[in-house]
């Protein structure tokens, strides 16, 4: 199947000039030539930019993928080594379209990237249509133009429907450098593998991204070519890019801050619960609900809800724990989405460790622990290592302070011991907390925090 689809690898060098390649850089005289001087049209090789119509217009053509075959990729740029898993290829590289999409007004947000903790693709919606012409061949098909949306060029073989029609991110790529120490001057997809322009699974380096979480292995099997879908390997196509703003053509992504703060105004340890907005302006009174419903009335009309949640210091441990429960029950592609924590703080999953992770035998790698006590006066580090017999080992640490913690991490971490796991009591105060580890916490790639459990002795620290 490799050999079918590589089309351009496939070419052999001694044939006719490819005539798909020679109709795009004659378009590309063309459209230079009429919209010389014109502010509203921007030209590339294989992209057209419309700002008064506000379309992006790419030239491409279909791999030859399968009816029933799985796609990883909607498009992908030139001399991608993923062209087999991807619908179609286009003539223009992955930078000039994401040049087009800025030209017609829209700001780039950003891919998911799982070791900063950016579960969810962020950007302005996009919708994206193909047009081409049914090959005249298939006599069970009447020949002419076909226009249809990316997502019903599509099935889930567990419904047998095409994808819902939602749209992509235009999440904008990253840029990287190409000499070590040298500044982030090229764009990633451009360079990489898959030189991805649109993906079909959340991909950290692509131009375009659907717009909901889709892991890669989740959802490895489950986009496939719709039978209904007809076309020729190597046969032209257009694919036209078109925002698709709120009505009152306002941006969909809503970014939003959570501060929880004490009452001032109440005895005990009572919260207020702040939502604001970009500009500041708050959006709800000082309870948790209010702010649950003002992030849902927002979704209901149609936004993106991305939202930063910052715990007070004066909450204890449990208290965060169920702050971060609250809200990730209320997370999905038509719910909100919970962003990285603020610097220096513990993003929402370190508090939902997987239980069989209190078993040091049972993890992945060999993780530090870290034992504390409620005022935190009190605490031991335990390194874990396995001999040349497979047994496992500790050796324990003490310090004197936050910072002798983060040396004794920076200094003794390495592969296997790229992440801590918290043991404290849960009436610790999340400040207690982040005032010891706070100095340490890029030293490790990950921190956990682990619930008391009533069964548990606690670890005895000297």
């Keep these: 199947m490799m050999a079918l689809v590589s089309l351009a690898r496939a070419q052999d060098a001694t044939t006719q000039p490819d005539p798909f390649e020679k109709a795009v850089d004659q378009a590309l005289a063309e459209a230079t030539a009429k919209f010389q001087g014109d502010a509203n049209v921007l030209v590339r090789r294989g992209v057209l930019a419309d700002r008064a119509a506000g379309t992006v217009t790419i030239s491409a053509r279909f791999t030859g993928v399968g009816t029933g075959e799985t796609v990883e990729f909607f498009l992908v740029g030139p001399d991608s080594a993923k062209d087999y898993e991807s619908l179609a290829v286009s003539a ?270 049972s993890r992945l790698g060999e993780p530090w622990e870290l034992h504390l006590r409620a005022n935190a006066d009190a605490a031991m580090l335990r390194q874990f290592s396995y001999n040349d017999d497979q047994e496992l080992k500790t050796k324990d640490f003490t310090f004197k302070d936050p910072d002798e913690l983060a040396k004794i991490l920076k200094e003794q971490s390495g592969r296997w011991t790229d992440g801590v796991f918290v043991f404290a009591p849960a009436e610790m105060t999340y400040g207690r907390l982040m005032s010891v580890i706070r100095p340490g916490l890029s030293n490790v790639n990950w921190w956990y925090v682990f619930p008391p459990v009533a069964t548990t002795q606690p670890v005895q620290i000297p």
């Design 92 to 361: 223009a590289k992955a930078s000039d379209v994401h040049a087009g999409l800025a030209f017609v007004g829209l700001e780039p947000g950003r891919p998911v990237n799982y070791r900063e903790s950016r579960l969810w693709p962020k950007g302005e919606r996009v919708e994206m249509s193909f047009a081409w012409d049914v090959p005249v061949e298939d006599e069970k098909i009447k020949a002419g133009a076909v226009r249809m949306n990316a997502e019903e060029l599509m099935v889930d073989p567990r419904t047998e429907k095409p994808l819902a029609v939602e749209g992509f991110m235009f999440v904008g790529s990253v840029r990287v450098q190409s000499k070590e120490g040298g500044p982030p001057d090229t764009y990633l997809a451009d360079v990489s593998e898959a030189r991805s322009i649109v993906s079909n699974y959340n991909e950290p380096g692509t131009v375009l991204d659907v717009p909901g979480q889709a892991v890669q292995g989740a959802v490895y099997g489950f986009r496939k070519i719709s039978p209904a879908v007809k076309f020729s390997a190597g046969q032209s196509v257009t694919v036209t890019l078109k925002p698709m703003p709120m009505k009152d053509g306002s941006r969909r992504v809503s970014e939003l801050k959570l501060t929880v703060e004490p009452m001032a105004d109440r005895a005990g340890k009572a919260f207020q619960y702040i939502l604001s907005d970009e500009a500041g302006k708050r959006l709800s009174d000082r309870t948790a609900a209010s702010a649950l419903a003002a992030i849902g009335s927002l979704v209901e009309a149609g936004h993106d809800v991305f939202v930063t949640v910052t715990p007070s210091d004066d909450m204890t441990l449990a208290d965060v724990r169920r702050l971060y429960g609250l809200f990730d029950a209320a997370q999905g592609a038509k719910g909100l989405r919970v962003e990285p924590a603020r610097a220096g703080h513990l993003f929402w999953r370190a508090f939902f460790p997987q239980e069989e992770w209190r078993d040091a035998q």
